[in-house]
């Protein structure tokens, strides 16, 4: 039986108790969002398929915020008060691990790793049974990572910290990705060794790494196949740089399904966001959240949206801004609309430049086409919602309801005060202020009546004309004798 099972004697531990002061933020390091999720996000995501017994989370730096991200994945947190070093997290993270035999330990700034290479280093260990095993990585520039001292081809017999290399060290090119795989009985005596020797008057994992090697135990380095996994985020040059490799990603995967994309670079897409055949996508469009767009649909250019669910052929227009809302098949909105959560526009519907919809459900074929705001109000099919309607759904105090029918017409300018219904088939003549239900077919008029006043405008002319002839005459005198006065008095 235990035969069969051998993956269940691991625990994955995420050390993520460090503020990152590197980042030169109030927000500690782990929170930092890359790709449209926070760095310990990504590192957990990168865990879960593998077989283990349990994922803890090690936190201390704004404890509260990291374990209300982690804690929802399955995992556990430990705190680690005051932050003594990645050693000293270990040993705080040990009760937790209960009966394991490995642990697989990640720093929570490595976004970049995934499950594969994890998978293939702990069968490294394991096929070893080794004592550590460490993934590596070769790069082209070293600063700022642990060093990986070889004292043969697979063993090896150190890792130097950037503030220990000595010249001929800085030299060396196979980094610590701060990525290891321990057999605990062997990693607790070790750590009990190491001594808080550096600057930082912390204690370092990695020196129980060089005991374990010192003591010949087997100590392998295990390097990943592409070194950008084992990049670790201590600045906003790492953090911009990881964003963009998670985005690069992302749209590659989108290109694979048959989206189209102009312009890749210039376009955002969130990881859990998904788009069907032959959509297109025009640069600088931003797609977040949980969006999901159906097949032949078109976003164009500058448009961000948002926690959207989109059915097919659906268009975009350019500049939209839209939230937590539905289009279902062929509708159209923009260019300019903006969508505020809880929208939905039905088959065929269309919400055009400049509008505005907030809690609204527009029916089947309806059209809101320019400069409209509506808000907590339900339109019927095939109406008509004409130029600059604007329900008035806040009285001050609170929300109310608009209720328009089917094959409504509403007249251009109107207000409607709610809480009001229009009936089926009604209309609204253009610059009402509606304050009363409008029965269905009916006309719903309320303004002011309209007075025409003949030849006004010709002896207004004449008017003013007469006055203008007498005030030149006028003027000459008043502004060499009465100005001087005028000033005085002030
Ligand atoms: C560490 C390694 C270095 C490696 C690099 C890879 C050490 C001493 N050095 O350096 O060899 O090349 O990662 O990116 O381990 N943390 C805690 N508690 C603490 C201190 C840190 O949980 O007391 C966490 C941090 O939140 C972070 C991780 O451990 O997620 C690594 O710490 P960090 O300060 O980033 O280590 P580096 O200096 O990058
Ligand atoms: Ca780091």
């Known amino acids: 039986m235990i035969g069969l099972m051998p993956a269940n004697d691991l625990a994955?531990?995420?050390?993520?108790?460090?503020?990152?002061?590197?980042?030169?933020?109030?927000?500690?390091?782990?929170?930092?969002?890359?790709?449209g999720r926070s760095l310990v996000e990504h590192v957990v995501t990168a865990c879960a398929p593998l077989k283990r017994r349990k994922t803890v989370v090690v936190v201390g730096y704004q404890a509260e915020q990291v374990s209300a991200v982690v804690e929802p994945?399955?995992?556990?947190?430990?705190?680690?008060?005051?932050?003594?070093?990645?050693?000293?997290?270990?040993?705080?993270?040990r009760r937790a691990l209960g009966a394991a035999k490995l642990a697989l330990v990640l720093p929570g700034d490595a976004p970049l790793i995934r499950t594969e290479t994890l998978r293939s280093?702990?069968?490294?260990?394991?096929?070893?049974?080794?004592?550590?095993?460490?993934?590596?990585?070769?790069?082209?520039?070293?600063?700022?990572?642990?060093?990986?001292l070889r004292k043969s081809e697979t063993a090896v017999q150190a890792i130097v910290e950037e503030s220990q290399l000595t010249?001929?060290?800085?030299?060396?090119?196979?980094?610590?990705?701060?990525i290891y795989c321990f057999t605990l009985e062997k990693l607790w005596p070790a750590l009990a060794q190491v001594k808080p020797n550096n600057?930082?008057?912390?204690?370092?994992?990695?020196?129980?790494?060089?005991?374990?090697?010192?003591?010949?135990?087997?100590?392998?380095?295990?390097?990943?196949?592409?070194?950008?996994?084992?990049?670790?985020?201590?600045?906003?040059?790492?953090?911009?740089?990881?964003?963009?490799?998670?985005?690069?990603?992302?749209?590659?995967?989108?290109?694979?399904?048959?989206?189209?994309?102009q312009l890749p670079e210039t376009v955002l897409i969130d990881p859990d966001v998904t788009a069907g055949e032959d959509t297109v996508l025009e640069p600088g469009v931003q797609l977040l959240g949980k969006t999901k767009i159906g097949q032949r649909c078109t976003i164009r250019?500058?448009?961000?949206?948002?926690?959207?669910?989109?059915?097919?052929?659906?268009?975009?227009?350019?500049?939209c801004v839209a939230a937590q809302s539905r289009l279902d098949d062929d509708v159209v909105i923009g260019p300019f609309a903006r969508l505020r959560p809880g929208t939905h526009l039905k088959d065929g519907a269309r919400a055009g430049n400049f509008v505005e919809m907030k809690k609204t459900i527009v029916g089947e074929g309806s059209k809101v086409p320019h400069l409209s705001y509506l808000g907590n109000t339900r339109v019927g099919p095939k109406s008509n919602i004409g130029a600059g309607t604007i329900t008035c759904n806040y009285d001050g105090f609170g929300k109310h309801p608009t209720t328009i029918g089917k094959g409504v017409f509403i007249g251009s300018d109107s207000t409607l005060v709610a809480p009001v219904r229009i009936g089926d088939g009604a209309y609204i003549a253009a610059g009402s202020t509606i304050t009363e239900n409008v029965p269905a077919d009916g006309l719903g008029i309320a303004r002011g009546r309209q007075v025409n006043k003949p030849r006004w405008a010709s002896r207004k002319r004449r008017e003013l004309a007469a006055a203008e002839h007498s005030g030149k005459k006028a003027r000459p005198r008043r502004k060499s004798k009465a100005r001087p006065k005028k000033s005085r008095r002030r």
């Open 199 to 261: 600057q930082h008057r912390e204690l370092y994992l990695t020196d129980a790494v060089t005991v374990l090697a010192a003591r010949n135990e087997t100590v392998l380095a295990h390097v990943a196949p592409d070194p950008r996994e084992a990049l670790g985020c201590n600045t906003r040059a790492d953090l911009a740089e990881v964003d963009r490799i998670f985005r690069e990603r992302k749209r590659a995967e989108l290109m694979n399904d048959g989206v189209s994309i």
């Open 301 to 319: 250019t500058g448009s961000v949206l948002s926690d959207m669910l989109l059915g097919d052929n659906v268009l975009v227009e350019p500049h």
């Open 121 to 148: 280093m702990i069968a490294a260990h394991r096929g070893a049974n080794a004592a550590a095993t460490i993934l590596s990585a070769v790069v082209s520039d070293p600063g700022g990572y642990g060093r990986i």
């Open 73 to 93: 994945l399955e995992t556990e947190s430990v705190m680690q008060q005051p932050q003594r070093g990645t050693g000293h997290a270990m040993q705080v993270a």
């Open 167 to 178: 010249d001929e060290q800085r030299e060396l090119n196979e980094i610590n990705s701060s």
């Open 12 to 35: 994955v531990v995420i050390l993520a108790a460090g503020k990152g002061t590197r980042l030169k933020s109030s927000l500690a390091k782990v929170l930092h969002r890359a790709g």
